[in-house]
């Protein structure tokens, strides 16, 4: 976890003291269960309950005890049995270190899944709310990071939009993937301990019991879960690609948000840097690396080895942290971005009209020229704009071959910018179902 | 594609033949769609069908064409065109490159997931067959590659059971990311195509309309799909992993099938290599390792670059071609794989009784002697088991501290195997819904 | 292999027929080895050079005869008897299979680095040309996309030729990584073979033995080969952006190399797109990610599994295939570019003279102005520029407050572009040793 | 950083402490240079030293003052006119941020490699130490985790010592990639800085002028250098991977040292869990990773982007950290590494004299019979062995066939082990220089 790219929210699903609640939580509810088939007195249940649901946990008296025992969970239960009193001894019974640490991990990462969630939420609502803004502001469409047709600027975040909203669908999926809870014992075998615990825990924290499981949950679920954050930050990393190139000096169609008293980097007042999203780059590699050794931890050996554990010591946090900051950030970006519809505008007829020639072209073409002779018409007019800076529209109306094939009015019709976007609602309905 | 590690099904799909059928077809559903709106004459689409369906387009002619050209569809169309006739300037109308290229992307990956979904049946069948098969062939559990509890071979095969029934689901989420169709122009705007071609040429490919895409179908579809991908091989590894781990030398509690006259590798019978699975252990490094570029695929610069184009030359063929080549070898594995119940016992009970320790130690906590003194007498009765190769019962039974808190049958009744399988049946019902 | 981003020479290195023709190399040099030190008779190895020398292995019959053997250095030995006759049982006496395929696979390896070094000497010689074509030519150095200070295009190209000539190096130790030959046997024992034929075969095929082998030579060097690959098609994707960058329709200060006659992709005559350098971004992402795979390879079971052989057929000709393309293909881009020097100086002045202000205000510093002073007298002129379009060096010598701290000579010395190229020989003497 | 995988002095490289004192120090020394060629006054240079030198710099106050300036180097060089007074002016003088930043990320790196490299000489130390120890001690080879021949316990530690002195040239050359200076201003042309500063502040601080920089250090450097790591963690994995399978119940052969004290998990004595190496497997695969985004870093815009800053933020500690870590645990696992000799010969008599069958085959076929003769003889003979348990020997001396074709006494001379360890000398001289 690196703190500047990190929010509290987040950061606090991964501390100590969240992920002791959470295993006091998990012994409560199997005491609960315990209790109602008869292996431990209702009595003790509710005092468990009692007693450790007041109590305070002491990070560093656990540590201590740790440093002792070399085992975690038994220093936690010890430390834990400090408030419980006697009754403690009914804790844990027949369960095995990892149904609690597996069972925990995935509450964690479930509840990091429905941050991420709202994060999208939030980002859906900036996309959506800018995509309308500027649903009719054309732009320059770009192929190979050049002018190719007229867009509008609108259609991209429509674009954004529908992108991250498979994203959200591909969470709901991933979240549901580690939704799931082990009571299971040793090696999975529920030898010590009653299936109908696992049940009632799985059910008294939203989660699903996992139908089979080794002496832990099996981690291609983690897998699939790490993959589909590295899909998302791609997905950031792309419409941060999108800002970054938007920013350039030369095409300055948008820029980040600049606060009024912010100064650029040096004296000079164009120098406003696409920081944000520069470093939203970054972030989408870190969390895209993360999907190697969340795949590679699936193949454990027979029931369990313990080498997934520290990767996920890692990634369980790194990954989820940061792709929560990188999300935010990305919907700041979004929410503030500085859109510039006269440059826009300006890039568009960088080449005076020329955006039209393939129109022009096809429309001789259908006047009856051949292909060959309407390239030929269309190119040498065209070539005047790119070589001498003229104006398209005013060249054609200037050559005779062109206005004996096709009209005045008809070679202005082809300089519409409306035609490019007549279906701009159309594309707007399927993306957010309005117009 | 590597021949060897390919089947021909699954190699169909990727050939250049197979490719250009798929264009066509694209091709000639836009012109009835064009036809049915309007824009070309009816007969001139069943021309194109008639015509281009007869045609047995000639590879190395569009490749002549091609080097020509420089352009592969435009070498594809002109080919088309010596079949059609005149009518072929119907064809293409206002449509760009991508709308075929990447549509047919698609229509190989939906086809590709079909493949895999019935190798996926296929092993999830034999892996049924095989669990109730052994469902209660008790096997020593291990974690850490340390016995641990017993538990039975049918179950570790669930879990797998369970594993890849996960895939499928995630396979069938992945061939919906992929099943879109996009005939939406130069930048994605319509401008010179009715959106109507899109709908009809998607319903009549069995794909869904893009909701809107650049010159391009977004290439987060295509990362998710390549990481779904390596998380299927990954659990390939998982299973594989414990094959190979079975068949040590040490431990031979199972083998991959060797044929009656096959020769292990020299002179000595007992060498029997999993060649297969450490076959699939590679294998699965290649296909996990393929979900990296495909997220870097997905931030193309603005309405596409063509960047995206070669990474999907190699990983569409490789990763498809390859994952489907080991779920079938797996499925063989699986199928054929020898199963060595006695060895398994005697593994079991390397340590002559001594898995049962644990038991006998909670009894006599039970039983009212503190956890320290249970430990202490269990204890000192398996280091003779341990060091001296005893008997952990006959050790137990001669104990008078452990007799005096535990009569002899009590002591007998925790060496029972029943105890540690009780719970299969639970499991087996939640895996395959019966037991 | 992608027969499109594969060139001839290194396709050779990974046929078939060149992969025979070097086993038979090391099975003839063993038997000088194993002549010399009188295990098997002179003549014998005489005639095996000479039979074998003069023999054409049949591909085709050589995979006949391992569909039966199911064994690939057996059934080359069978064929190869085909042509030596009776003496061919002194042949691979002692060796197994490993020694002749591993050392083979190092063979290639040497050859294919070979290869990419003197890949890498063109693109340097070409680098180096064109950089002192353009040392002088003025261009605008941009962080985060947005203009910066002045640099030449020359520096830029220097910078690209310092890269690539730390990958040379890197490249000549992977080289060095993976030039090595085990002749050992088995387990790498030398039971069955003496050293010294291990020894003699390295130096005849240039490889140095390898100190201690298991049954293969350890994959840690192959890991450091195909990680350095990886690095050096970083570098390439680096060039390949900057000249993505060049190319925007904004921008254009260069192109890839278009050929008179070429047509763009339609009827805009701006349409060039700079494919060329796209397709070298999608390659380095499938060069890069073959690294992990061949990390993955290093953590062999024992004394060797198998598990890394199905990777190398992957990456061994993917890899080394690609990266000479890319290199190649990259070498044409940079010996052909077209450079825009005028471009690059209407770009440099867009903010007109704007560029200088960082200068402007040091010097109102040295003049005793406070810092904050200088900024305020600065910025109010420079905003003229960024909003008015107006131009700068004109403001400030009409602004008296500046001209009172600074004369107008000196004002306009800190307009000299001179300024900032001053250390252009410097740089290029640490490049190229001349300037 | 994960705190349970990280050791202090590794930990101290990456403190803001450490960092803000690297800063000190390079304005410092570039000051120094600064006076030399008349720039500052020598005084300055000096009372910069001396009340620098003596200064604590307050980290919450840096921050504190970044939080208002947005700019790390700027709050820093604040701070420290705080310090310094008025001569303060004098620091940083035509320096960029970058200059400072990426200098001190160099010196940290290759602080960091000599811990490693002091990392990698204990390693080498304990396997040269525990190699010569088990020199002799026979154990089985196996190959695809099946026994094949004899090699010794010595012979297996000699590979890993290779393995690691590989290793330690490998990052001798790393440290060398980062072990360079850039002090060249804002985009790298010197245009404020005289180059004789950066040769002045690369000698001070040990390391080379850059030879051409933008305006950052090149990425292809780090490349490299997390490669590197990456490929070294693999050789962790590889011994790691080796002890994990050696302590297998079923094997034992090795065990990770337990304190006398000790409980393993359970009332089983036997549970004696390889824990350390299984977080070693863990730990490498993180390591492994970060080489990804490493790579992706390469490929800056232009003159420099800031997205490989939130990479670096992330990889710079976590593996330079992770690894020192693991590298010491590895040396502590092999360090009192328990090795059990009898086990090992228990295990390789597991076949009773099984292990011998190709010596005799081959000396079968030496003595005359045909290969095919040979193989029926040892196979028939074997197979009671492997079936019944018999003794490999017994059963050769009590075969008509077998003891026509071969003496008593020569039959015996094949089941001596001293045969598959009499090149045991050669690889430890060819490895330790010494045998």
Known sequence: ????????????????ETKYRIWFEIEAHACDALAEIGVIPHEAAK???????????????????????????????THLAEFVGPDARFI??????????DTCLNVQLTRAADLLLSDLDALLAALERRAFEHKDTVTIGRSHGIHAEPTTFGVKLALA??????????????????????????????????????EHVAKALGLQPEPVSTQVIPRDRHAMFFATLGVIA???????????HLQRTEVLEAEEYFSPGQKGSSAMPHKRNPVLTENLTGLARMVRSFAMPAMENVALWHERDI???????????????TLDFALARLTGVVDKLLVYPER?????????????SQRVLLALTQAG????????????????VWEQGADFLTELLGDPEVTQALGESEIREKFDLGYHTKHVDTIFRRVFGRA
Chains 1, 2, 3, 4 share one sequence.
Request: charged share 30%; net charge negative; aromatic share 6%.
């Open 1 to 16: 976890m690196i703190p500047r790219y990190s929010r509290a929210e987040m950061v606090a699903i991964w501390s100590q």
């Open 47 to 77: 005092t468990i309950w009692e007693r450790g649901g007041a109590a305070t946990f002491d990070v560093e008296r656990i540590d201590e005890i740790e440093r002792e025992t070399k085992h975690d969970v038994i220093a936690f239960l």
């Open 92 to 101: 844990h019974q027949g369960m095995t270190s990892s149904d609690v640490l």
């Open 161 to 198: 939009h529908a992108e991250f909203a498979r994203c959200r669908e591909r969470l709901v999926a991933a979240r549901a993937e580690v939704a799931t809870c082990a009571i299971s014992g040793a090696v999975g075998t529920f030898a010590n301990i009653d299936p109908r615990v696992e």
């Open 234 to 244: 791609s997905c950031v990393e792309r419409l941060a690609t999108e800002v970054r």
């Open 307 to 321: 080498s997934h554990s520290s990767v996920e010591r890692f990634i369980g946090p790194d990954a989820t942290i």
């Open 344 to 356: 826009m505008e300006r890039n568009l007829n960088q080449f005076r009209g020329l955006v039209h």
């Open 369 to 384: 020229l051949s292909r060959e002779e309407s390239y030929r018409l269309v190119q040498r007019n065209a070539m005047r």
